[in-house]
């Protein structure tokens, strides 16, 4: 999670994301939606690419994927197809609500309506550190209010 966490401070926005086998990690991600134009580059995503341009799809299934932010409904669908056993988050839509209007749709309904996976989600860790550079960023989500 701590990776992740790095990832986000060096990002545009503060969202960061670490795919692990164990204490292995076996790729990286951060959002990169406004340098490459493109809305579906949260860091979940950039991870889940980085991670099959390298190694293919198939090494996904049961892996952790670390996220500073609890997976939108779209990140978490694909980490649903990809397979993944775990989520790992900190800050929760919740959470962010103060700062920016989150997604209304939490990752534990999209996976809840999985009938094809189970996922185990763990949210809240290191939360604080998470809203913390949501905190110093948060002009960056003035629109999104």
Known sequence: MREALALAQASNHPYGAVIARGTEVLARGRNQVAEASDPTAHAEMTAIRSFVAERGPEGMRGATIYATVEPCMMCMG??????????????????????????????????????????????????????????????????HK
């Open 78 to 143: 694909a980490i649903l197809w990809c397979g993944f056993g775990r989520v790992v988050y900190g800050a929760s839509m919740q959470d962010l609500a103060g700062i920016m209007s989150p997604g209304s749709i939490t990752a534990q309904e999209t996976a809840s309506k999985t009938l094809f996976l189970k996922v185990e989600l763990t949210g809240g860790v290191l939360a604080g550190e998470s809203l913390a550079l949501f905190e110093q960023r948060k002009d960056l989500f003035e629109w």
